[in-house]
């Protein structure tokens, strides 16, 4: 069964609390934080960094995203800090924004497969 996700109120819309504001370093949803929790940092690699493990492969998916959301975020609050409004931050990121979200459904369905049960044939599991 999926989780029920309640959408977040649009900020240009005018049903927003009085007084509420959208503080401006908060510039999409990975960078914020805003409805985004990026994986936490593990102690090395699994079973002994051997490729062939697929917890190596959950580990490195994992850290790639952290990695990423990191520097994402550490690029935008530079530009902001440089004086960019947050359009122009965003925008001069866009590349690696674009791959920061892909990492989050990549990871999430290395964590579906990892706990999937192993049903196949042993020739389509090599050093499982």
Do not use: K
């Not at 866009?94 to 791959?99: C, D, K, S, V």
């Amino acid at each position: 069964m999926w989780p029920q996700v309640t959408p977040a109120p649009n900020p240009a819309s005018s049903t927003r609390s009085p007084g509420a504001s959208r503080p401006s370093h908060r510039v999409g949803a990975l960078v914020g934080r805003d409805r985004y929790v990026p994986p936490e940092p593990e102690a090395g690699p699994p079973d002994g960094g051997d490729p062939r493990s697929p917890a190596v492969w959950l580990f490195l998916a994992r850290d790639a995203e952290r990695r990423m959301r990191d520097r994402l975020a550490g690029r935008v609050a530079a530009a902001l800090g440089a004086g960019d409004d947050a359009f122009a931050a965003w925008n001069g990121n866009l590349a690696l924004a674009a791959r920061t979200a892909e990492a989050c459904p990549d990871r999430v369905v290395l964590e579906i497969l990892a706990t999937a049960p192993v049903t196949a044939p042993a020739v389509f599991l090599p050093g499982l």
